[in-house]
Structures are given as C-alpha cells and as structure tokens.
C-alpha cells in the first residue's frame, strides 16, 4: 500500500514538471498568472499523455473517478457552443478577437443583439434554445441525468438571426456557491438585449418574482451606470432605456395560462405588474414585460415564443444591435468590477426568527433569545448579553455591593424615605438632608449627605451600577445615574414637599379630596346641606366646577359662592357666636343680639373642625413659600416655561384661578387638571415612578 502510493506521488510531481515545460514553450511571453491553458482539460489531459507510464496510470485513475469532468464541463466536439464563464465567475475568453473566432463571426462589423435564459434548473432552458434558434439542433446539451447539464455560461451564436444565445445554470441548483452563481446570472443579464425566463410549473411561483426583482434593484444600483461609462467610451449610441427586454415563458400541462382568458381590461403583463406589486417588488429596469404562455398536452409548440422573440429582435426602439466586441467587453467590465469574493450562506429553513421573541430590546436593538409566547406564560424578556447604557432610557440599575459579594443580586433605589418611616413628615427631612440608599438586607448603605461636604458617589463605596434591558412594554426599575444631579431632580424635590402641602391642604379645599370628605361628613351641622347635593350657587345659580370652593352660609345652611357668601356676622340663634360667614340674604344690618344665643353641640364640633382646617391650612401656605420660590429654576428643560402656557393643550381652554397650570411629565406642554389624571412611569425623561401625563401622552 505505501509504495503504490509513493509512486503516485512520484507521478504526480512528474506530471506538474511536464505541465510547466509544455506551458513555458506554448506561452513564453505571457504572465503566468492569466495563462488559461493550464485550466483547460484539454491541456491536462496531453501532459498527462505525454507523461511517463507511471503517470498514465494516474491519469486512468482521475478518469475513472471522474475528476476531470467534475473541475470543469467538457467542451462537446460536435456542439458550437463553448463555455463563456465558468462557474467560478473566470471569464474564459481573453480577448474580443477570441470571442468572434468562437463565436465563428468573419465580419468584424456585424451587429449583434443578446439573447439570454434563466429559469430553475431542469425547465428545459437549452433545450428551448435549441428548438427556437438552432432548429432542434443540440447546440447546448442537454442530459436526461439528475446532474445539471449546464454549469456556468455557455455561448453560441445564430447566423440567420444575428443573435449571440447565451445558456445559463438553473437556478435552485444543487450548488455551495449559491451567492456566486446568483451574481453571475445577474451580470449576464445585465448584457442582454432580451431575457426569457422559462418555466414550467403549473403556477407561477415566488422565486421567479424574488429573482427579476433582484435583477432589477441589481441593474438599477449596480449595473447601470458601468454600462453607460463603457458604452460612452467606445462611442456607441447609448440606448433610452437601457434595461433588458424580460418575456416570460409560461408552459403548463393542467392549468390555464395567464393569456388563456384574454381581457379587454387587463392583459397578462398588467397582471404581472400588479402582483409584483402586490409582493412588494420592483421590475422597474426592463424596457418591457411580455408573458407567453402555452399549455402543452403533447409535444411543445415553440412557434409562440419564437413569434415573440422575433418582434422584440426588430424592436430597435429601445436597444438596436451591437458589435460583438461591445458586448465582451461589457461583460468583461462588468465581471472585473464584480469579482470580488462574496460570503456564500447556504439557504436555512429553521430560522430563529420563525420562532424565536420578536421583541428587541430599545437600548441595544438585541432581541429576546426566548420562544414566542413566553409573555403569556408568564415569563419575562431575557437576553444574556450585556446592555449598552442609553441616556434617553436611564437604563441602569443599582445593586447592593455587599449582597453581589455574598452572592446574592439586591436591587436598591434612592429614596426620600427611609423603609421603617411611613409618616409623611420624615419626608421633609430627607428633602433637605439629602437621599438614602437602603438594601433589605443590610440596611442603610448610602446617605447622600450625610457629611457637609467631601460626600461620595453612591458607586464608589455601596452600590455597583449594572445595565440592563429595555423591553418595549416593560415595566421599569431603573434609576438616573445621579439621582440629584440630573434635570429633573429638583422637580422631584418640589413634587414631594407640593404633595405634602396638597395632602394638608386638601382639608381645606376640594371636596373631592379625601381628608375634608371625611371631615366634612362627620362635622357639618345637620341643618347644612351636604356638599354632594350642592350643584350651583344657592342665589346666583352659578354652576360649581368641579375644583370650585363651596361655602355654607351659617344662617340658612344653603350652598353660596364665594361672592354671594362674603359678608359675616354672628348667628347666635344657631350658636355661633363670633362672625362667621353668612349670605347675603341671611345678612342683617343691625347685628343680632348674643342674649339669644344657644349651646349646640353641632356647632361646637364644627367650631373645632374648622381651627384644625384652617391650622393645617396654613402649614400648607408656608410650604408653598420655598416652592414658588425654587419653581423657575426647578423646571426641566423640555417643560414649557409657565409665561408660554396660556391654555391647556388638550382641551384648549384658557388657564384661571379654577383651572390650574399643570405640566405633562411626558411631553413637558402645559395642561388643566382635567385633562392630566392619569399617572404612569416616564423612563425616558428621568420619572421611575407614576406621574402626571396628559390626555394626549396617555
């Protein structure tokens, strides 16, 4: 076994050393490196002939496996086509000199035009040409074999038409260089003056749409203007349009063809139109799009075709006839300029996109690596892959770093509010103070004062920052990076302290408001109505807003307007013995004598209510000082200043005393309390936590 195979190698290197001898003495001024004689079989096939005994041998061998045949398809003797490009992209005819001498064209003025084929592969395409230019004559092979007969581009010439025929691969052909060969096809087509492509499938499918799409975005981005600088140098007449002439040529057995129905309203090419259309594709570069169809019940009837190929050759309207040295070098610009090598990516049925989360993630455009349908089994989006922090998405969390070195992943959030306060009080003292930092785990680990000056940043002694995910729809857990650095932080401080003073205010203002409904209903007299039933103003009959103030009158008990309500004096027949507010219709000029006062216990009760209203009331007024007075600076910068906003945005309706200034915390415009209930989380603007949007943003 090892010296029959030191023998092989022995003939092997003999052979190469006669390979280069015959070469040097056939071409010994030509650069190796462009020799062709070296890849043709042909050539191969004489060294080895010439070659010592152990050689032929060898050369019995590669026969016997089919190894010539399968680096390159043999030239056929008796056929006068020859291969033009092979499937490697190599163009195989060096000069326009040599494409007439194979091309067997004496004249070397005669005018030419470019008949191409494409098709999948075993439609029949050589076989075609052969029935409609070469009169059944076998100019290309054809094979009864599952291997494809026609590999690369194959080339004859017609002399009764004057048209060079060239005969392609077929498409969805078993290849590795699926990639390549589709870009050769492209190119070739580029040079055409007409292209058929043939098919036989019994309707016509998506890939015949998805490749004449491709080749017209290809001639359009790619093709058109190389031709155009090729065609101007060699001072040929540049055409109008320079795009190839497409029929397709349509044959069935079982179903009808497309121009089987004729229509005065649509005809088969406005039908290929619109479902190129419909599909989303382009067809845009061809000069013209016929359709041919024929349904075949025996042998093929080529004379329909051939009538229609026959009026596009005489069409010179669009693309008349060229000299064939045009033409390869054309085609030899095009393949020099596209020839580098492309990244073949074989076709793939199980795609993770068929089946795997659609969703990506806002921050870093990653998609979730989980099935479909996880959100509904109640699993979250997840990707394993680090996020990239996004300013906009404040994308970033905060993790305990003593827990993260225990082993454990804690989240921890600044607040205002330590865990084991729950009274709002203690919130003024953070206000001022600063924020904390606690984890459940071990308790306070960050207070962002806690000295006057030299404090640190929360990451360089508690807490470690880690990006995470974005996921459209999700729900936030994120903080900003400086928690009061950042433009919303001061808003956030006064949205505090408003919200306390709000909550001490609401005992004295809107009846909707919690804390005075409760008040209200347990201390008003019985003789007054109940603020519910209290629609419009008792005398005026002025409707009430919804935020509007309503007064009683001490006397009657009625529902009153500030304005109809606004004189007082004591009502000692109800026991109110000091000025209080009465209507105007309960008012008397001469005040009532205090001698026929009476003791209710009503009264008292609501005596008591009111000095605790109006003391918390007050509390309220002094935390409004510092607000107003931090509001111009506090405003962040996509708010709209207060001077701009002079009616809401959304309901249009002028700002007053009744219908307060609000901001969107999402879009920053200006709007009424009517048009902003809803409350939702803002992540992108800095508000981790639900807030006041608008109508609009909602």
């Not at 329909?304 to 054309?330: D, G």
């Not at 992943?409 to 729950?422: A, D, L």
């Not at 950042?486 to 306390?500: C, P």
Request: aromatic share 8%; charged share 25%; net charge positive.
């Amino acid at each position: 076994m090892l010296t029959q195979i030191n023998n092989t190698i022995l003939g092997v290197r003999k052979m190469q050393n006669t390979l280069a001898k015959t070469v040097a003495q056939k071409y010994p001024n030509t650069n190796p490196s462009i020799l062709v004689s070296i890849e043709s079989p042909s050539i191969i096939q004489e060294n080895i002939e010439n070659a010592s005994p152990n050689t032929n041998n060898i050369a019995d061998k590669m026969e016997s496996l089919n190894i010539l045949e399968e680096l390159e398809p043999q030239p056929q003797p008796n056929k006068p086509s020859f291969l033009l490009l092979d499937a490697n992209e190599k163009l195989k005819v060096q000069s326009p000199e040599e494409f007439l001498k194979k091309l067997k064209i004496k004249d070397v003025n005669e005018k030419v035009k470019v008949v191409s084929i494409f098709g999948n592969t075993g439609e029949g395409k050589s076989h075609t040409l052969n029935q409609v230019f070469f009169r059944g004559k076998e100019v290309f092979r054809t094979s009864p074999d599952q291997r494809s007969c026609t590999l690369g581009v194959w080339a004859a010439y017609d002399h009764n038409l004057k048209v060079i025929c060239l005969d392609t691969e077929g498409l969805l052909g078993i290849t590795e260089k699926e990639s390549q060969r589709t870009r050769l096809l492209l190119k070739v087509l580029a040079v055409s003056d007409i292209v058929i492509y043939k098919t036989r499938a019994e309707r016509l499918q998506s890939d015949m749409y998805m490749f004449l799409d491709g080749a017209s975005k290809a001639y359009n981005g790619h093709f058109r203007e190389p031709l155009h600088t090729v065609w101007k140098f060699e001072s040929e007449t540049i055409p109008v349009a320079l795009g190839p002439s497409v029929i397709i040529f349509h044959e069935t057995k079982h179903t009808n063809t497309l121009d089987s129905c004729p229509s005065v309203e649509e005809s088969p090419e406005d039908i290929l139109r619109a479902r190129f259309s419909e599909l989303n594709r382009e067809c845009s570069a061809f000069s013209s799009l016929k359709y041919v169809g024929i349904q075949t019940r025996g042998e093929t009837c080529y004379k329909k075709i051939e009538n229609a190929i026959h009026l596009e050759l005489e069409n010179t309207r669009v693309r008349s006839k060229r000299n064939p040295r045009i033409i390869f070098l054309t085609l030899k610009g095009l393949n020099d300029k596209f020839s580098s090598q492309i990244k073949n990516i074989p076709p793939q049925l199980h795609l993770k996109e068929y089946f795997s989360c659609q969703v990506k993630c806002q921050s870093c455009n990653e998609g979730c690596t989980l099935s479909m349908g996880h959100k509904e089994e109640g699993e979250s989006h997840q990707n394993p892959t680090r996020c990239k922090f996004q300013h906009q998405y404040q994308n970033c969390v905060y993790l305990c770093k003593q827990c993260f070195r225990n082993g454990k992943r804690v989240v921890v959030k600044p607040s205002y509010q330590s865990i084991t306060e729950k009274s709002w009080t203690s919130y003024f003292s953070y206000v001022w103070s600063g924020y904390i930092i606690e984890c459940k785990n071990c308790g306070e680990i960050y207070r962002s004062r806690q000295h006057w000056y030299g404090n640190k940043n929360p990451e360089d002694s508690a807490v470690l920052v880690e990006y995470v995910h974005v996921w459209p729809g999700g729900e936030y857990i994120f903080q900003e990076r400086n928690f009061i650095g950042s433009n919303n932080s001061i808003q956030k401080v006064l949205d505090s302290v408003n919200y306390f003073s709000d909550v001490v205010a609401n005992v004295g203002s809107q009846p909707t408001q919690a804390v005075k409904t409760f008040i209200t209903d347990k201390i008003n007299p019985s003789y007054w109505r109940l603020d519910r039933d209290i629609t419009e103003c008792h005398k005026c009959k002025k409707k009430f807003p919804p935020a509007a103030t309503k007064h009683h009158c001490r006397a009657c008990g009625e529902g009153f307007c500030d304005k109809c309500s606004s004189k007082s004096q004591p009502v000692p027949s109800r026991g109110w013995r000091e000025s209080v507010r009465v209507c105007d219709d309960c008012y008397q000029e001469s005040p009532p004598s205090l001698s026929h006062s009476v003791e209710d216990t009503e009264i008292t009760i609501r005596k008591y209510g009111e000095t605790a209203i109006n003391s918390i009331t007050a509390v309220a007024s002094a935390l409004k000082i510092p607000t107003d007075l931090l509001k111009d600076h506090a405003r962040p910068s996509y708010w709209t200043p207060d001077s701009e906003c002079i009616e809401c945005e959304c309901c249009k309706l002028p700002f007053d005393e009744e219908r307060r200034l609000h901001h969107c915390r999402e879009c920053g415009k200006g709007v009424c309390d009517d048009c902003s209930k809803n409350r939702k989380e803002v992540p992108f603007r800095g508000w981790n936590y639900p807030v006041r949007i608008c109508r609009n943003c909602s």
